[in-house]
């Protein structure tokens, strides 16, 4: 039997996953808890790797074996005891699902909704039969158009896209849709032994030829003399001599098409999609359902159209419905009593849902702008507006920074959402660094003092104003000591960069003046456009002015390449672009998507690390080189792991567990590289150090040392220099970037834009960030950061709002000044905050 007063609470021993220092707490059931602490101190390996990963175990265990296959469990966590503990569900920082399939609609059930709708208690017209309700889906073979098969879309490639320059000849790579390298020279070589020109430019090859080459489903198996002249290879076929090997050709168009539908590869995907055009459905006009489920209407509408609609003018739409006196319904009701039933029903439940998502502030978006396009915090303010919908009782949400990509404005919403969860009966234990949000606690955990390996113990477990006399808590100074200050002498622009005409998403036919050699803050509401003009248009319109290759490009992961559409983008530079000499996007993107791309791989600090192994005079007397202390080389990584360190263990109906190597003991290398040390240290001991350790060890070579400082500088000195990139938090991942790009000799006129990078840090980090910020500015460069967070605005030289609201109601500059004026620019959702930041009094 516990005590009574552990009761409520949530007790914790022993916990030792990753960081933490085998600590144990009690936390407070039914109540608002939040976990803070320094970027990388143990918070998330204390809310989701202990607690919500147990919950899980827990539950998994009462779930037959087969069904537990289903789950993306997550490992088992490394912790003594856990009493108390309700069921938990996570909402994480996760990018959309790849799928361009699912969407706003999907996520949130409401689409469900609506096409039940459609089928009970649409208009069809005379003598239609009754549809059912996957008829109105355009991911069902009942629902979707029969030409695009519910993409809205239809795909072709021509000559033109092909061949986009026909000047050249074939061997010139006329046809830029053909792979590159080995294959696109076999196809040459086979087109020489068909008897084709190859050194004719492609404009002056017959007509016949020329769609033979690109479009014929032909596959002709025929010999191949590389390097041989066309006359050459006719002679040699003659005398029936030898081939290298039997080529197999295949048409352009084929190559395309095969490898977009088939390839493992997403670099090739990504690589063929460039020459395949896409045009608007003709048969459903891009509306991806067939015709019959198209003509019924529901208000004047079809389905395709209410999708279409904000949820702010769906909510208006069903509002007039859910209302009994609604003299549609009743008109409804006289000829059809059941439709006028199931209409109020039904928008009775859309309306209660849409207000909880209208009250996180996301009324700009629409029921089919797809998953992939939402920022990780609109897609978590998504799902837990379903879970506020889904009244369950008794639960442990655990929340992942939900305030990441929320204006101040908008945070206010959140806490209101979250404490409408919490009056319902559950606990709520986030993940945080926002100050309103720690603010507004009823019990703070502060884990630290400092990260990784300086981190992992629980400095604070208790209620808010307790936390202002612990001695160690680096979070207590922002809470409770803060003096925040204005930038009161901002730097001057050193030119403009103008910019007019720009269309894209609700930016219509807008002008704005980006100022450089300062640093500048974009802002505005969630949703009111700011990412769109920063981190795509202005983004692409730079890139190809200064004929860099785009950063604008989809995600790899993205399922659905072609979703992507270049043409939806206008606009041009008018003035300034000559000040521009480089453009670097640091975004939150993994810096790799294998455990074999890591921090010293990523920053080039491990290639000096291997050249100083292969300078020691044993290294030497072996004759290794650099390339022997490196792990994705098999002369020097063990044979057994390939380098990975670990094997992977396949346990049935359990998640996969990976154990160090059995031979190489998890060090990566084969026993003679391991031979080999550098001041007493083998290659393997030098990947485990963290970057602080590193820097002291490697303190007298220059070069090592400054790189290794620059990445301590912007507060990742408590990473190991092996750590893989899977490992990493897009934050970590973005500052990895940030050092890499620091660690340059700085010629200047290089255009830095960075997307909210103050996500996932805590105020102590944002400040490190800003040093290192404005020591670019400093050298020279331009910064354009898209940023909510109040000491990152207060502290730029210039500051542009974007707005005035969200979605068709944003998209226009409502305000572009230095900070001192736009504090009293009477006009932006964004002043108001800052001056109360400024006087928290």
């Not at 006359?231 to 084929?254: C, H, L, S, W």
Request: glycine share 8%; charged share 20%; proline share 5%.
């Amino acid at each position: 039997m516990h005590s009574m007063e552990n009761k409520g609470f949530v007790i914790v021993k022993g916990a030792r996953e990753h960081n933490l220092k085998n600590v144990s707490l009690s936390i407070p059931r039914d109540a608002f808890v939040v976990f803070t602490g320094v970027s990388g101190s143990g918070k998330s390996s204390l809310a989701f790797g202990t607690l919500y990963a147990e919950a899980q175990r827990r539950y998994l265990e009462s779930v037959s074996p087969y069904a537990r296959r289903l789950f993306n469990q997550m490992a088992i966590p490394e912790v003594d005891e856990v009493e108390g503990l309700p069921p938990a569900i996570a909402l994480q920082q996760q990018r959309g699902a790849s799928n361009s399939r699912s969407s706003v609609g999907s996520v949130t059930t409401l689409s469900n909704l609506l096409r039940m709708l459609y089928s009970r208690a649409g208009d069809y017209p005379e003598g239609q039969e009754i549809i059912y309700a996957e008829g109105f889906s355009a991911n069902t073979p009942e629902g979707a158009c029969p030409q695009c098969h519910g993409i809205g879309r239809v795909y072709e490639v021509t000559e033109k896209s092909m061949v986009p320059d026909d000047s050249l000849t074939i061997r010139e790579r006329a046809i830029a849709a053909w792979p590159t390298a080995w294959q696109g020279q076999n196809l040459r070589d086979i087109l020489i032994t068909l008897g084709y020109e190859v050194d004719t430019p492609w404009r002056k090859l017959p007509k016949k030829d020329r769609d033979w080459i690109l479009f014929t489903d032909e596959q002709p198996v025929v010999p191949v003399y590389p390097r041989f002249t066309a006359e050459q290879v006719r002679k040699a076929i003659a005398n029936k001599m030898q081939p290298d090997y039997m080529g197999t050709f295949t048409g352009a168009k084929k190559y395309v098409m095969q490898t977009f539908a088939d390839s493992q590869s997403q670099l090739m995907k990504k690589r063929v999609s460039q020459f395949m055009l896409s045009a608007l459905c003709p048969l459903c006009q891009g509306k991806k359902l067939r015709k019959q489920s198209l003509s019924v209407k529901f208000d004047g509408k079809d389905i395709s159209q209410m999708h279409a609609l904000s949820l702010d003018e769906l909510h208006a739409v069903f509002q007039r419905h859910a209302r009994a006196d609604n003299e549609f319904n009743k008109t409804k009701e006289a000829a059809h009593p059941e439709k006028g039933m199931v209409t109020q029903r039904i928008a009775e439940d859309l309306v209660s849902r849409l207000e909880t998502i209208l009250d996180l502030g996301l009324g700009y978006l629409s029921l089919d702008r797809s998953t992939p396009s939402l920022s990780p915090g609109e897609l978590q303010r998504l799902r837990l507006a379903t879970q506020i919908r889904s009244n369950l009782f008794g639960v442990v949400y655990v929340l992942d920074e939900p305030s990441a990509g929320l204006h101040p404005a908008d945070t206010q919403a959140l806490l209101r959402a979250l404490d409408k969860l919490k009056a319902a009966g559950n606990s709520l234990f986030l993940v945080e660094h926002e100050i309103d949000v720690i603010r507004h606690a009823e019990w703070i955990v502060d884990v630290g003092p400092g990260a990784g390996e300086n981190g992992g113990q629980i400095l604070y477990s208790g209620k808010p104003e307790g936390l202002k006399y612990i001695k160690n808590s680096q979070t207590k100074d922002y809470i409770y000591h803060q003096k925040n200050t204005i930038n009161e002498h901002p730097r001057a622009p050193s030119a403009w960069l103008k910019l007019e005409g720009l269309n894209r998403n609700n930016l219509k036919n807008l002008s704005v003046e980006f100022p450089l050699g300062v640093l500048t803050s974009v802002t505005g509401i969630s949703g009111s456009g700011k990412s769109t003009l920063v981190s795509q248009v202005l983004v692409t319109l730079v890139s190809a002015a200064i004929g860099q290759k785009s950063a604008d490009t989809p995600d790899e992961s993205s399922a659905d390449l072609l979703q992507e559409q270049p043409g939806q983008m206008e606009g041009k530079i008018t003035e300034g672009v000559n000040q521009i000499k480089r453009l670097v996007q640091v975004d939150q993107k993994p810096i790799g998507r294998t455990p074999r791309s890591n921090l010293a791989t990523y920053t080039g600090l491990f290639d000096p690390i291997r050249k100083l192994f292969a300078t020691t005079p044993a290294a030497r007397k072996r004759k290794y080189d650099a390339g022997r202390f490196s792990f994705n080389v098999s002369k020097g990584r063990c044979p057994h792991c390939q380098g990975e360190g670990f094997v992977m263990v396949e346990l049935l109906f359990l998640p996969s567990v990976y154990s160090p190597c059995p031979v190489c003991k998890g060090t990566r290398y084969n026993e003679e590289t391991l031979e080999i040390e550098y001041n007493d240290k083998n290659i393997a001991e030098v990947l485990q150090m963290n970057v602080d350790q590193a820097w002291d060890f490697f303190s007298e070579d220059a070069t090592l040392a400054r790189g290794l400082n620059i990445v301590r500088q912007v507060g990742l000195g408590y990473l190991k220099l092996g750590q893989p990139a899977t490992e990493l938090s897009g934050g970590e991942a973005q500052r990895i970037k940030l050092a890499t790009e620091l660690q340059r000799n700085q010629q200047g006129k290089t255009l830095y834009i960075m997307d909210e990078p103050t996500t996932g840090l805590h105020p102590a980090d944002v400040e490190k960030l800003m040093v290192q910020l404005n020591y670019l500015v400093d050298q020279g460069n331009t910064v354009i950061l898209v940023e909510h967070d109040l000491s990152v605005i207060a502290a730029s030289d210039w500051i542009m709002e974007i707005g005035p609201s969200a979605g068709a109601k944003g998209g226009k500059v409502v305000c572009s000044t230095a900070p001192r004026q736009f504090l009293t620019s009477g006009n932006t959702r964004t002043a108001p905050f800052l001056a109360a930041y400024l006087d928290p009094s």
